[in-house]
């Protein structure tokens, strides 16, 4: 086993180009192991290959996996890397593991007794890494604290705080980018010694790692990681914004947005005025089976299907009232760039018939691309559906109103 | 009425602590009172017109009140709400600085001032600003805040919609 390791890092870590394959093999042998850290000596060093560990990393939730990836770093300055093949694991594999000590003493002693308190299966830190090991990914590194928490750096704490709530999709995307990564070849450069990321080796620091060609600055970090943040919220809204499937960008989606909140708005106007005007000629409601049939009236009646509005009638009264709130409440349309979203307002003549004549009154169309929702028609006929099953309801309210 | 199910509707599925039913409620409950106060019946446009004033004022608010203080944009629009005045101009600067000052959320040295806008993230711009404008209580945020309040509001302002919605064609059809 550990001359399959050995191998392995050889062929594969000063150079990286381990095929995607045996990464996988890596990560696979990984993954089974029960990987048990606090009962070990903490001067012993869990020896992997960095890749195998990256992989690891990027597919295990917050475990104390994470730790030994700092641990590596250690020697990861030194030539020596190949010769540690530590693994204080309970796996069948590693079972019989020796258990070197090769560590330069100054670094294990630091980096191994900081890391002890951290070293349980709810640890949160994230590893240290040294500039030359660049295939770990800053999100997969976010992705695989879990949820314990660590003691942080103020200026990490965010950062920190965000790999909670990240969720396992991004930890899977950090897996297909540690594959791309490494599949890179990657050179241990000891210039990037120089701008490592962690300088410190206290408990109470977040150790992240920077991608290859990256700023390793903390300033930096921090932007890159408020940037995550940023694109998973608008990937959250994204889903609630109908038709923004197609749009790529944050303009763009920005744009939708805006949008859609103020197509929103005006409809909520649009709604208070018709039952304003339909108020005038309606006896009050009764309340007690209303708010559970209003609240529970299928949910159908989506706002992109609004192509037409249920008929009512305006006699011209309510038809300048109806004006007088366009007219406050309208501006024009912003942004027409958008090619799946275009607000219309287009007012229908408004006839001056009889009040109780109904004739169909449309005055606002969402031109959206067709979604797989009810159509606009369908609207309608779902609301006059659903009010024919409560027939006894209206029956009542017509006694009320009679 | 539960005992004539449709076979689409089951109303017994009906969570009653649901924002869509506390909004409901709220709302019907406004609305009666709006009834209750005014002649059924309004001669002219402008009663309508305030009629329809009250009623949307009462529809965001049962909204707000629905989301209680769990939200900022919620908490900015029932401010708005009780400290509205007449004097719209003087009014809406009065409350958008205590808006500001009473609903930032995140202790962060850009939340407040203009000449901190740039610094407030990385210029996603023109549109940021709208988005700003739109979702109330939005100037005194990030960009990472407003984003998620922005998601809740969107949540918030679809179902009131669609309450609103029904009970307009319940009236109309009558």
């Known amino acids: 086993m550990l001359h399959r390791l050995e191998s392995l890092e050889s062929c594969t870590y000063d150079r990286m180009d381990m095929t995607v394959l045996e990464r996988q093999a890596a990560r696979f042998k990984w993954q089974q192991q029960n990987y048990v850290v606090q009962n070990n000596n903490p001067v012993e060093l869990c020896a992997s290959s960095v890749p195998q560990f990256q992989g690891l990393v990027g597919s295990n939730l917050g475990s104390g996996q994470m730790v030994e990836l700092k641990r590596l770093e250690v020697f990861l300055g030194t030539d020596n890397f190949q010769e540690f093949m530590n693994f204080p694991v309970t796996g069948p594999e590693f079972g019989d593991s020796e258990k070197l000590d090769l560590l330069p003493p100054e670094a294990a002693a630091d980096y191994c007794i900081s890391r002890t308190s951290s070293c349980q299966m709810t640890a949160l830190d994230t590893a240290v890494m040294k500039e030359e090991r660049e295939d770990m990914i800053l999100e997969k590194m976010e992705s695989t604290i879990g949820s314990g928490r660590g003691s942080f750096n103020k200026r990490k704490a965010e950062t920190v705080a965000d790999h909670k709530s990240k969720d396992k999709k991004i930890k899977g995307e950090g897996e297909s980018e540690v594959k791309t990564k490494c599949s890179t070849e990657i050179s241990r450069n000891s210039s990037k010694e120089n701008s490592k990321a962690s300088e410190v080796q206290k408990p109470d620091y977040i150790h992240v790692r920077a991608r290859r060609g990256q700023a390793t600055d903390s300033h930096s970090l921090a932007e890159r990681a408020r940037r995550e943040k940023l694109s998973k919220k608008m990937k959250c809204l994204q889903d609630l914004v109908p038709g923004c499937n197609k749009i790529t960008g944050k303009a763009g989606m920005l744009d939708e947005i805006i949008n859609y909140v103020q197509s929103l708005q005006r409809q909520v106007e649009f709604l208070s005025m018709k039952i304003a005007a339909l108020n005038s000629s309606v006896e009050n409601l009764p309340m007690k089976e209303f708010p559970a049939y209003v609240a529970n009236f299928p949910a159908a009646a989506k706002l992109p299907e609004m192509a037409g509005l249920p008929c009512f009638q305006l006699n011209p009264l309510q038809k300048e009232s109806v004006n007088c709130m366009l007219n406050e409440t309208m501006h024009p349309p912003q942004t027409e760039g958008i090619a799946s979203a275009s607000v219309s307002i287009s007012e229908q003549s408004l006839s001056s018939s009889s009040m109780t004549q109904l004739q169909p009154f449309s005055t606002w169309s969402w031109n959206m691309d067709p979604q797989d929702t009810v159509p606009g028609n369908g609207i309608i006929s779902t609301l006059q559906e659903g009010i024919q099953y409560q027939m006894p309801l209206f029956t009542f309210l017509q006694d009320i109103f009679q | ?174």
């Not at chain 2, 023109?126 to 988005?131: A, G, N």
């Not at chain 2, 990030?142 to 918030?156: M, P, R, S, V």
């Not at chain 2, 302002?157 to 309450?163: D, F, G, I, P, R």
Request: aromatic share 6%; hydrophobic share 30%; glycine share 4%.
């Open chain 2, 1 to 174: 009425m539960n005992t004539s199910k449709p076979p689409t509707m089951d109303l017994q599925n009906l969570n009653p602590s649901s924002l869509k039913s506390r909004f409901a409620t709220r709302f019907l409950r406004a609305l009666t009172k709006i009834n209750a106060q005014k002649p059924i019946s309004p001669s002219s446009p402008t009663e309508i017109f305030q009629r329809y004033r009250r009623i949307k004022v009462a529809a965001d608010k049962s909204m707000a009140y629905s989301v209680r203080s769990r939200r900022t944009w919620s908490r900015a629009t029932l401010w708005r709400l009780r400290t509205r005045s007449p004097r719209s101009r003087l009014a809406t600067l009065a409350r958008r600085s205590s808006v500001k000052t009473r609903t930032t959320t995140v202790v962060d040295k850009t939340s407040h001032g203009k000449e901190n806008k740039e610094e407030r993230g990385a210029g996603l711009g023109v549109e940021e600003e709208e988005l700003r404008e739109l979702v109330p209580g939005g100037e005194a945020m990030d960009l990472c805040n407003l984003l998620d309040e922005t998601a809740h509001y969107i949540k918030c302002l679809t179902t009131q919609v669609q309450v609103m919605r029904t009970i307009a064609n319940l009236y109309s059809l009558d």
